[in-house]
């Protein structure tokens, strides 16, 4: 069997309707289970209950990278393959990867107002997240003003591929610039520089928390749009009857 089969609107359909039940318990679980325990940790040492906002930023701050990165796929897919399951999919995922994106900034102000003493900083991070929700903005405003939904999945390809650039800043910019507030990966692998287990177990259930219902967002958002298109058709031909 080729993952191709799944390019197919009627069996993409099927399969995920019987999938989805089960992912948006999963996902409800994960999450609220992943915060919740997360804000029932501890104070830390030295940032004491500000430090719990982890929980919730970091989970976005990763979900609004890597979906822009799913996005891409799904665009490559469509301009490589022409499935346009894929190109509705990246349109679904936009979004929902902007909303991430919010949270991730919104909640990095929060935590970084009493760590720094301010509320924003051009810091090489900072600036290209918010050059990346700019991106997001954009690909939806180009979607909805272009009414061929070939030509829309086309153009926004090509933006999808422009805005990786940024994508890969934001994940990458502590290490290309020295200068800049932002820490270090909050988790880390180096013996010395890992997370507590007090924090980092809850922290990995609310990544995997966010992980889930951002694929159970976009499976409700992708049939969502593959059944406007369907209405769109039905409608194209009664016309012309």
Same mark, same amino acid.
């Given at each position: 069997?080729? =993952? ?7 069996? &993409?359909? !099927? ?26 940790? @501890? ?23 890597? =979906? ?12 490589? !393959? ?10 679904? %995922? ?29 810091? @090489?991070?900072?600036?290209? +997240?918010?050059?990346?929700?700019? &991106? ?29 650039? &940024?994508?890969?800043?934001? !994940?990458?910019?502590?290490? &290309? ?19 507590? %287990? ?11 928390? +966010? ?14 749009? =593959? ?12 016309? !012309?009857?």
């Amino acid at each position: 069997m080729s =993952i191709w089969e799944y390019a197919n609107p009627v069996k &993409f359909m !099927r399969v995920s309707g019987a999938v989805l039940p089960w992912l948006v318990a999963t996902a409800v679980i994960c999450t609220t289970g992943g915060v919740a325990w997360g804000f029932l940790t @501890p104070e830390d040492y030295r940032q004491g209950s500000t430090v719990k906002i982890v929980f919730l930023h970091v989970p976005a701050a990763m979900m609004a990278i890597n =979906i822009w990165v799913m996005m891409l796929v799904a665009s490559l897919i469509w301009l490589i !393959r022409r499935h346009h399951v894929s190109a509705l999919a990246a349109k679904a %995922a936009a979004p929902v990867g902007a909303v991430m994106t919010l949270i991730a900034l919104a909640t990095g102000a929060i935590w970084g107002q009493p760590m720094w003493g301010t509320w924003w900083e051009w810091d @090489p991070r900072l600036t290209s +997240f918010l050059i990346l929700l700019l &991106f997001y903005i954009g690909y939806i405003a180009l979607w909805s003003s272009i009414e061929d939904a070939d030509s829309a999945a086309d153009l926004t390809g090509v933006l999808c591929l422009v805005g990786s650039v &940024f994508a890969l800043l934001s !994940r990458y910019a502590v290490m &290309f610039w020295n200068q800049g507030l932002h820490q270090g990966a909050s988790l880390s692998v180096a013996e010395g520089e890992r997370m507590s %287990a007090v924090y980092r177990y809850p922290l990995y259930l609310s990544m995997l928390g +966010f992980l889930l219902l951002f694929l159970a967002l976009v499976l409700i958002r992708t049939r969502t749009e =593959i059944r406007r298109r369907r209405l769109a058709a039905l409608q194209a031909r009664e016309m !012309r009857g």
